[in-house]
């Protein structure tokens, strides 16, 4: 009888799906998978915290802060319920910071935790994201050590840091979402794995940003390594915010190498019935032919509106199918990599395909004229310019530079570092007609914008441009609104012989050094990237 009690009385705090266990403790649930490596996680009753992670017999939760959204929820209502070979946990936060459903689904013999989180609005903070906190894992994937901070001196802000003579920072781990579709915290031999995966373009749907949105993925700070899922945040924000389903992206542990987005099937998310969350049958697709633009480039068509976003990399010939899009009235952009091409707006109905081509319209691509001298391309980035791709940033002052060598040219000009940059360029002959000087910019920072002399020539002082509020090329970044500035020349202006362009950045704000207003904007970097001169056809 003594026995039977003690059965009965685990048998209440323990329940099992499968292979899968989930026990209850006053203050916990804690999962076991019943995985092959053994995987167990640890969930608080009261505030949803993931308190600990034990992944192959070793415990990789933090515990002097615990894992999850913000920093932290603070009180949660935390339940869980089971469908099939899934454990569903929910931790709903009705407060004055929050109000959202956070959810983990566990699978039966998996080492993977698929995550979705639900918003009616947006948190407190200003941002939204998730973040898991672990130990013994001080290596990142796929960038390397640019986000490995521990032991570095602060030198701007409490998050660029100077190590061994590089600047690092946890903004510098990041990748464009088109292209981030996993990133990982591992093991210094790389024999464990710790991963955030986007198995699809639901995880990024209700994101905001677009494609080449981009935003902290990974951080060893010394006492633990941050692997961070960003759903939205003000880093070089270019639209409002979407709430609703965030998901399902998937937090997974392996002892196989680096997992690959497509080994994730997410499909038995259409049966769970969370709340926002809109399955296959409400969705669509948009199926075309994208003309115009370069197939030297990547070309990316990209679908959104207010509620939901969504992107494809075309084939080199431009046909692409869209991916599963929400049925809707939606904005259809093209891209030459990153330069906009065109848009047009497209209607998508649930359970069918709809046929809709497009064409490139930017006239900086589809106008007829005759180059006299170009510096850099039409692809949205400030590639082939000085300190564009450099960790060892190399003298953002080289004096003039001639116009055929781009990589001369500073990618980004600041108004107290290298303002009034000068390129020089011959002419065999004076150009009789007028002309035109094209500066094409990623990003602009406190106003800035360029104000261009061409000979002895002024061009109007630009209008400032719509303000981003946040740190640019300092922390990685290099994509804002893409601005593009032209200048008429006057005919006689430019002369046989030596000519120069010389780049002022003019600004109503200021600031110090590299957090000056900068090169086609003001008050923090603006990257010229696509700088040209060519004369009007007529």
Request: contains cysteine; glycine residues 10%; negative net charge.
């Amino acid at each position: 009888m003594h026995l039977f009690k003690i059965f009965a009385a685990l048998s209440a705090w323990t329940a099992t799906v499968l292979g899968i266990t989930v026990s209850t403790a006053s203050g916990s649930y804690t999962v076991d998978t019943g995985a092959s490596n053994g995987f167990t996680a640890t969930i608080s009753r009261s505030s949803c915290d993931i308190t600990s992670l034990v992944f192959h017999g070793t415990e990789y939760q933090y515990s002097g802060t615990y894992s999850h959204i913000a920093s932290g929820l603070g009180t949660a209502t935390v339940s869980y319920t089971t469908s099939g070979d899934y454990v569903i946990f929910q931790c709903v936060a009705d407060n004055d910071d929050f109000d959202l459903t956070e959810s983990f689904v566990f699978a039966d013999a998996s080492s993977s935790i698929y995550m979705g989180t639900y918003t009616v609005s947006e948190p407190s903070i200003g941002e939204l994201r998730y973040i898991f906190r672990l130990t013994g894992l001080t290596e990142a994937y796929p960038n390397g050590n640019v986000s490995y901070t521990a032991g570095g001196t602060a030198v701007e802000g409490s998050d660029v840091f100077l190590v061994s003579g590089e600047t690092r920072s946890k903004f510098y781990s990041s990748d464009r979402f088109i292209d981030d579709d996993v990133y990982c915290a591992t093991t210094t031999d790389a024999s464990i794995h710790a991963c955030f995966v986007r198995p699809n373009s639901q995880a990024t749907e209700k994101s905001s940003g677009g494609p080449f949105f981009r935003d902290i993925d990974l951080n060893y700070g010394g006492d633990y390594h941050s692997v961070t899922y960003y759903m939205n945040s003000n880093h070089v924000q270019t639209e409002s915010y979407r709430q609703g389903f965030h998901g399902p992206y998937v937090f997974s542990f392996s002892r196989s190498g680096v997992p690959k987005a497509s080994d994730y099937d997410v499909s038995f998310f259409d049966d769970l019935g969370l709340t926002g969350y809109i399955g296959a049958s409400g969705r669509g697709y948009v199926s075309g032919k994208a003309t115009g633009v370069s197939s030297d480039f990547p070309i990316v068509v990209h679908w959104y509106n207010d509620d939901y976003q969504a992107w494809i990399y075309a084939s080199s010939s431009g046909s692409f199918t869209s991916p599963a899009l929400v049925a809707g009235s939606y904005t259809m952009a093209l891209y030459q990599d990153e330069f906009l091409a065109a848009t047009s707006t497209v209607s998508v109905a649930a359970g069918s395909t709809t046929t809709a081509n497009i064409a490139a319209t930017n006239a900086a691509l589809t106008d007829s004229h005759t180059t006299i001298f170009k510096m850099g391309d039409y692809d949205g980035q400030p590639t082939g310019f000085l300190n564009a791709d450099n960790h060892r940033m190399s003298d953002w002052n080289p004096g003039t530079v001639a116009s055929t060598d781009a990589s001369a040219l500073p990618m980004a000009i600041f108004t107290d570092v290298n303002n009034g940059q000068v390129i020089s360029f011959s002419l065999s002959s004076a150009i009789s007609s007028a002309a035109t000087l094209r500066v094409a910019t990623t990003l602009a920072y406190a106003g800035g914008r360029p104000q261009a002399t061409v000979n002895s020539y002024s061009c109007s002082a630009p209008s400032a441009p719509t303000a981003i509020d946040s740190r640019g090329v300092t922390r990685g970044a290099y994509r804002g609104r893409g601005d593009v500035y032209d200048c008429t020349i006057p005919s006689g202006t430019l002369t046989s012989g030596d000519n120069t362009v010389t780049i002022n950045v003019i600004s109503g704000s200021s600031g110090d050094e590299y957090l000056s207003p900068n090169v086609v904007c003001t008050s923090l970097p603006i990257y010229t990237k696509w700088l040209s001169l060519y004369a009007d056809p007529t």
